[in-house]
Nanobody, 113 residues
Framework: QVQLVESGGGLVQPGGSLRLSCAAS????????MGWYRQAPGKERELVAV?????NYADSVKGRFFISRDNAKNMVYLQMNVLKPEDTAVYYC?????????WGQGTQVTVSS
């Protein structure tokens, strides 16, 4: 059974930083395509960052967000810097394995003064 559990969301002021964590079980972050999506109120879910052998980012977060993984802990992270109000959303960890995409339950990130 695959489980992805996000943590690290919260309220942060504009210009601040947060690090999201995704604890994976039943799926290896080392060999699977892992990533982060987000969904703001009234908007569709959108790609933020993905990682396989290399990392790719949405244009809106390039240079501010960084995806990484810890193979030993089987975890994926999203370091978010210089946060903006438009980054406010529920952030979801996702992984692809055996031809199927899996999702976490999401963690809320709110950027507001």
């Amino acid at each position: 059974q695959v489980q992805l559990v996000e943590s690290g969301g919260g309220l942060v002021q504009p210009g601040g930083s947060l690090r999201l964590s995704c604890a994976a079980s039943g799926i290896s972050v080392t060999v699977s395509l892992m990533g982060w999506y987000r969904q703001a109120p009234g908007k569709e879910r959108e790609l933020v960052a993905v990682m396989s052998s290399s990392a790719n980012y949405a244009d809106s977060v390039k240079g501010r967000f960084f995806i990484s993984r810890d193979n030993a802990k089987n975890m994926v992270y999203l370091q978010m810097n210089v946060l903006k109000p438009e980054d406010t959303a529920v952030y979801y960890c996702t992984g692809v394995a055996w031809g199927q995409r899996y999702w976490g339950q999401g963690t809320q990130v709110t950027v507001s003064s």
